[in-house]
């Protein structure tokens, strides 16, 4: 199974999958008709934080699945991009649910964020973070033991399971070194990852581009690899092998 999050989805399920080489490098129906139960839960923010919150949700919505006979619980990744790559990455951090995660454009440190000025919608990125999408409704000032709580960086360490990041490096939204952080953090404390850095793309890859026909191919690899032990793929077998060498 793939669980894809990205704050509130249940209204999408009207919508008719279609087959295509997404920008985001999901495509329910590609993911559906190579065999994958996909589960697409809503996530509601609370008082304990973005990432506690949707920890919790994801985790709630995985113990409703636990009596379907046709989803292995042993083979389930996690995945989004964005918001749902920042949600991706603190999950990662707190589970063991998952046998690999694939997050893109995502930030890794909140509290960076917090301090930076978005140059692609032209404001305070704290705005974001206080009221806006990511609703923590406090200043960093006044509590930042929430932040600390809700910040993946802070415990890339306690990632127990396969990456795989991908960001454009043009993108001004969620700056690509967000990515190259986590990404570091998690070579430093020798956990198996690959990134994947677009040089021409923005904050995501385009509808129908060579780069998002990439980054979708490189996805269902991804999952064939890690969810249905497919393991004759050179560009993930050559990294999961160094990684193997280096422990």
Not at 38 to 43: A, C, E, R, S, T
Not at 126 to 155: C, T, W
Not at 207 to 235: A, Q, V
Request: charged share 25%.
């Amino acid at each position: 199974m793939v669980v894809r999050i990205y704050q509130q989805q249940s209204e999408s399920s009207g919508i008719y999958p279609i087959p295509d080489y997404d920008e985001d490098g999901f495509n329910l129906r590609l993911l559906l008709e190579n065999g994958y139960f996909v589960f697409l839960p809503d996530i509601i923010y609370d008082e304990r934080g973005t990432g506690v919150s949707a920890l919790d949700c994801v985790n709630s919505g995985l113990d409703q699945l636990i009596t379907y006979p046709n989803i292995d619980q042993k083979k389930i990744g996690l995945t989004g991009h964005s918001m749902g790559g920042y949600e991706t990455n603190f999950i990662a951090t707190k589970s063991d649910r998952f046998v690999a995660y694939l997050s893109g454009a995502s930030i890794s440190n909140i509290v960076k964020s917090y301090f930076s000025f978005n140059t692609h919608f032209s404001f305070m990125d704290y705005a974001r973070l206080e009221n806006g999408q990511y609703e923590m409704n406090v200043p960093f000032s006044e509590n930042k033991e929430k932040y600390f709580k809700n910040n993946p960086i802070h415990d890339v360490e306690k990632v127990s399971a396969p990456m795989l990041l991908w960001a454009g490096t043009k993108d001004q939204n969620v700056t690509p070194d967000q990515t190259m952080a986590f990404f570091a953090g998690l070579v430093r404390n020798r956990k198996p990852v690959i990134a994947l850095m677009y040089p021409h793309r923005e904050h995501d890859l385009g509808i129908g581009s060579e780069e998002s026909k990439d980054l979708n191919l490189k996805t269902l690899d991804w999952w064939r690899y890690f969810l249905k032990d497919e393991k004759n793929i050179p560009w993930i077998e050559k990294e999961m092998n160094q990684y193997e060498r280096n422990q």
